[in-house]
């Protein structure tokens, strides 16, 4: 399940219908949320599907992810239950952490995602402790750990890259840049101009990818990924996309401009891969619209199976607090 | 075609209703997804409100006005995609979702904890930190420990001197509350058996130790007492001795006599006192019955203490009693330097305050007042009280007839909760043994 | 009058003296034999055998790959040992001083903590962090803190205390088997002090009280440093007609409280003593157990606490005796105590 996304036409169509799938529920979370139907806050990743699904279609099954609090794509790209990911948002005992964790907490061991984090940077030391678990077991699996922009300016993100650095540990480190921590730019926040141009100070490679392209950040994932596997340590990609939704439910996008959005709306990478997959021949108008229905038959059903799961129960919250001997 | 509806989005986590204030299109007008169509006030600021489907708008709902989240503000006619994904919230319910199967952790190496189902045991922490702690004797019978009591009645028993283990709570499982304390004291206030404040037993003895518990007459009066003209020194003192002695009444106790021959004592005690002397035998003596060195406290004999003696000494301001730690320890001559030192400044009215400690004995000595014997009144909570009567010549068996002795009569009277008359004996014993070797 | 002494006294078969500092290098050796999944990582932990000697030769034993130095990253290396526990491994991490865990508060507090509960026990964080606290070194105030209680208020964590030797491996032991994080502090004055401890990799079980001596009058509940310094505190008291008990709860989190709230009510009397400042304290806790419970009616004397004053931790000596309980004012209280019933 490594190659690209433009390999042959199964590829394609699960790259495309990854992308639709992450559109959708960022869609139906949107919806519920505007309709008061859904509580607390969420980020949505509208705008950033390619880099989720791009990076993930790098990784093996058996290779894990750490995520972030805009980590409803990465959780899908490596395979989670639409349905249980649903509940968790509706606050269902069903839920991946039946109503305890919300949006910002979704984690699925199974398929290797070790946890979405609600704090900026604190997935990146955790990626570099599984990767070092991996290392010392003798294990080929590969830790693929997303961060934004902002992250990379938190003291975590540098001591975790220098430790994975210095022990070559098999991480790969993918900065999402999506321009803005919060409303705070880029452009203001380092005197950088890619976030991957601090991997010299690591003694790492860096790469910087259009990461509305999915093809373009699947390649740059898998070269970093087998250089991870292949024992040489890690490698810092970053992605640059953007996303369309302000950073949470409360933002009024006061700090960039309606251009801007339109802008980057037009670099819509599943619009975009839609056109590249039909001129390449790999799926017709046909099959890109069965993709379409596909996603958005899915996403109906788990928000119907969602909501008909019986609500989290509050009876034994003392329970999980530690884990049973 | 279908009828799609643009509604009052919540567009912040607070926000539960907004107020449309004007329209950016019109009836007719053709909408894409994303366009702007109208402004909301909201409880922030103002914001633009996009369309989440594309079509013809219809019909405004709302033209201005407060509208609650998720109401419909237009209609608009177009292609039902199927992204109105909360309506789904409201169809009837489908079969409902299986319980979660348990992730799988092997696949990752991740040590199988689990998600927790029904039937793991899941008590224990509750227990722990939610559930009323049970009294940890609770199921163990006859408590150890002190009578349990509440604080405040705790506090008012020791204000009236009475014993929480004489008092029998009525709280669960026995706990002494306050409403307990006050029915004893208004009860031995109120009864005919005792018209004065000051109990009888108190001032038809006066040769009773008064407290010797420094906390007794320091204790504040009752709160609810009301005020009075200020207590000359003599008041003060009768309240005090009252205070100290009136529990005494409940205490059950016994007094054993003994006539003790001094001859040889006296042959030998040289310039020391007779009070020294008998003060360092009684309390060498009570080392050797350890019963009559523990206090009744509480409803259980305490743990038994170092000799402490409470000395009455009768002075024109009343009685005091200043209390001898140990005064078997140092030598007989110290002690006796002492107790005149303490006795003469006992008379002047000054006590120092390290003779102010908690006594677990008392001795009275009323023989320089013409008294032959006594019986004296146990201070609670001690546990013994020595009367000394006047040291005389006495006529006593002799071999082959009747002679001479010099003798006083002493009665130790005894708590009988901590000891029985066999123990009061034998410290009778102990002491005219002493008293016969070295002094 | 009698007191028992629970206290070790001279090794029994099977033991033998190690000071406390062998006692924890005993206990992780042991642990690395018999379970490849436990390495430890720290700052100096390897050639140097770390800042107070504890590591010592496990560098040698068992390679720089198990006993793995770190650069100065406290951020870092707590975050590591987070996801590496998470991924199957029991990692074992070294803080210099654990006034350092400041540095790495969001790895613990905000993921560690919390990972288990958030993620609806799907998964957790089998992991011990160590950590050397207190003051008597003269290292000041940014060396010499017992932040205790910040972590004991933290659900999730659990919050280990050893005062002897024989504990502090047999805690250890159990720390490291535990499914979840474990916060294990080590006082810097017990490191040298020595008693009797087990050959046996002989567990400890978290949660457990420890009487060190019943007395009749006072029950002293105390941690860390304070459990020895309660004991000779005890001996002077003993002459002076005071009978103490001696409790140590040794783990903070998950609380012992039945044995202490049984000795308070069958003494009457409370002395809870700590190293760390009162304010706010974790003696106030074990305090607010005893009046929450029906011990409260068998409270001869209020309850007690003596604690660390509500201040940094001073350099001079004299200044640093003065910050901190030690045994006079642990017998001056317990005198107290005793006038006040």
């Known amino acids: 399940m490594t190659s690209a996304p433009l390999a042959d036409a199964g590829r394609a169509r699960h790259a495309l219908l990854t992308m639709w799938t992450i559109r959708r529920f960022e869609e139906a979370v949107d919806d519920l949320f ?132 210095i022990w070559k540990l098999p991480v ?90 339109a802008e980057w709306r037009a670099l819509d990478p599943i619009v975009r891969f839609e056109a590249v997959v039909q ?21 109906r059903e788990a928000v119907r199976a969602a909501n008909a799961a019986p609500d989290a129960d509050p009876s034994d919250l003392l329970d999980a607090v530690f884990a049973p001997a | 075609m279908a009828r799609l509806a643009i509604r009052m989005p919540k567009m912040s986590m607070t926000m539960t209703e907004g107020e449309v204030s004007s329209w950016m299109v019109k009836v007719g007008d053709a909408v894409e997804t994303g366009d702007v169509v109208c402004e909301v006030m909201t409880d922030k600021v103002d914001m633009e409100v996009e369309s989440t489907v594309s079509g013809t708008l219809v019909e405004i709902v709302v033209e201005t006005g407060l509208v609650d989240v ?56 509750a227990a722990e930190t939610r559930a009323p702690l049970a009294p940890p004797e609770a199921d163990q019978g006859a408590p150890a420990g002190p009578v349990a009591a509440v604080p405040r009645a705790r506090a008012l028993a020791r204000q009236h001197g009475i014993d929480l283990g004489a008092v029998t709570g009525t709280g669960p499982e026995g706990l002494v509350r306050v409403g307990d304390i006050e029915a004893l004291v208004a009860s031995a206030t109120d009864s005919p058996a005792a018209p004065t404040p000051a109990t009888p037993a108190a001032t038809a003895d006066p040769a009773a130790p008064a407290p010797a518990d420094p906390r007794a007459p320091s204790t504040t009066d009752v ?217 | 009058m009698t007191s028992t002494t629970l206290d070790p006294g001279a090794p029994t078969a099977g033991e033998r003296d190690l000071t406390y500092s062998e006692a924890v290098r005993e206990a992780i050796g042991q642990a690395m034999e018999a379970d490849d999944r436990v390495f430890m990582l720290g700052e100096d932990i390897g050639v140097y055998g770390g800042a107070f000697g504890v590591s010592g030769d496990l560098f040698h034993r068992f390679g720089g790959e198990r006993i793995r130095d770190t650069p100065i990253s406290e951020l870092g290396i707590v975050g590591a040992a987070v996801g590496a526990a998470l ?34 026990g799907a998964a957790s964080v089998p992991m011990v962090l160590r950590a050397p606290l207190g003051s008597g070194t003269g290292a000041a105030a940014q060396h010499s803190q017992s932040l205790e209680a910040w972590f004991a208020h933290v659900p999730g964590l659990k919050v280990v205390m050893p005062a002897t030797p024989a504990d502090a491996k047999g805690l250890l032991l159990s720390a490291i088997d535990d499914p979840n994080p474990v916060i294990f502090l080590e006082h810097k004055l017990l490191y040298r002090t020595s008693g009797p401890v087990p050959v046996e990799p002989l567990r400890v079980p978290l949660g457990r009280t420890a009487v060190h001596r019943r007395g009749a009058d006072l029950t002293v509940v105390a941690t860390g440093v304070m459990v020895s310094r309660a004991l000779d505190a005890a001996a002077v008291l003993t002459d002076e007609g005071v009978d103490v008990s001696v409790l140590d709860p040794r783990t903070l989190t998950p609380l012992d409280d039945a044995p202490i709230l049984e000795d308070v009510s069958r003494t009457g009397r409370a002395l809870l003593v700590q190293e760390a400042p009162g304010h706010a304290g974790f003696t106030a806790e074990i305090a607010a157990r005893i009046t929450e419970s029906p011990t409260l009616y068998r409270l001869l004397a209020p309850v007690r606490r003596l604690s660390g004053l509500d201040a940094p931790i001073p350099y001079a000596p004299q200044l640093e005796r003065a910050s901190v309980p030690q045994v006079d004012d642990i017998v001056d209280a317990a005198l107290t105590l005793m006038k006040e019933s």
């Not at chain 1, 001129?279 to 996403?299: C, K, S």
């Not at chain 2, 009280?385 to 006495?394: F, H, K, T, W």
Request: charge should be negative; charged fraction near 20%.
């Open chain 2, 70 to 125: 998720g109401e419909p503000i237009a209609w608009v006619e177009g292609e039902d995609d199927g992204g109105a994904f909360g309506d789904l919230l409201s169809e009837p319910d489908p079969e409902p979702e299986p319980a979660v199967p348990s992730t799988d952790p092997g696949d990752l190496g991740v040590p199988d904890t689990g998600v927790p189902d029904a039937e793991a045991p899941s008590t224990t922490l």
């Open chain 3, 87 to 120: 991924a199957g491994m029991r990692p074992i991490v070294e803080i210099q001083f654990s006034d350092f865990t400041n540095q790495a508060m969001d790895q613990i507090v905000n993921q560690a903590a919390k990972i288990h509960y958030m993620l609806g």
């Open chain 1, 279 to 299: 001129e390449r021949g790999l799926l017709d108008e046909a099959a890109v619209q069965a993709v379409r229905d596909e996603a958005m038959q899915a996403m």
């Open chain 2, 223 to 439: 709160p609810s007492r009301p005020a009075k003209a200020p207590q000359d020194r003599r008041t003060a003192i009768r309240v005090a001795v009252a205070r100290a002695m009136a529990p005494s009444a409940a205490v059950p106790q016994f007094t054993v006599w003994r006539e003790l021959r001094l001859d040889a004592a006296d042959a030998r005690r040289g310039r020391l006192s007779w009070t020294t002397v008998l003060l360092r035998a009684y309390a060498a003596s009570l080392r050797e019955v350890p019963e009559l060195l523990s206090r009744w406290e509480d409803g259980r004999p305490g743990p038994s203490t170092p000799p402490s003696i409470a000395l009455a000494v009768a002075t024109d301001r009343g009685l005091l009693v200043p209390t001898f730690t140990e005064p078997d320890v140092d030598t007989a001559a110290d002690l006796d330097g002492e107790i005149r030192a303490v006795v003469t400044s006992a008379h002047a009215g000054r006590l120092d305050p390290s003779y102010m400690g908690l006594a677990n004995a008392s001795l009275s000595n009323l023989g320089g007042m013409g008294v032959d014997r006594f019986q004296a009144l146990l201070t609670p909570p001690q546990a013994s009280v020595l009367s000394l009567g006047g040291i005389a010549q006495r006529p006593v068996a002799v071999p082959g007839g009747v002679g001479l002795a010099l003798t006083l009569h002493a009665g130790l009277t005894v708590d009988h909760r901590v000891a029985d008359g066999a123990h009061a004996a034998q410290l009778l014993e102990r002491i005219q043994h002493r008293l016969d070797g070295a002094l």
């Open chain 1, 34 to 165: 505007a309709r008061g139907l859904m509580h607390g806050t969420m980020h949505l990743s509208i705008g950033q599907e390619a880099s989720a699904t791009g990076a993930c279609m790098a990784l093996r099954s058996d290779d894990a992810i750490t995520s972030t609090h805009r980590g409803h794509g990465h959780c899908i790209g490596k395979g989670a239950d639409l349905t249980r990911m649903m509940a968790e948002l509706l606050a269902k005992e069903t839920g991946y952490c039946r109503g305890r964790g919300g949006s910002m907490h979704i984690a699925d061991v199974a398929t290797g995602n070790l946890g979405a984090n609600g704090i900026v940077a604190g997935g990146i030391p955790i990626a570099t402790g599984a990767a070092l678990a991996y290392q010392l077991r003798g294990e080929d699996r590969v830790v693929a750990c997303f961060f934004g922009d902002g992250a990379a300016n938190e003291g975590a993100f540098h001591e975790a890259v220098n430790l994975a650095a």
């Open chain 1, 172 to 261: 790969v480190f993918i900065c999402e840049n999506n321009k803005y921590g919060m409303s705070f730019s880029t452009e203001k926040s380092m005197a950088v101009a890619h976030v991957a141009d601090r991997a010299s100070a690591y003694g790492i490679p860096g790469v910087t990818v259009d990461g509305n392209d999915v093809e373009a950040v699947h390649a740059a994932v898998a070269d970093a990924v087998s250089r991870a596997r292949s024992g040489a340590g890690p490698t810092l990609v970053e992605n640059v996309t953007y996303r369309w939704k302000g950073h949470s439910k409360s933002d009024k996008n006061l700090y960039r401009t309606k251009e801007e959005i």
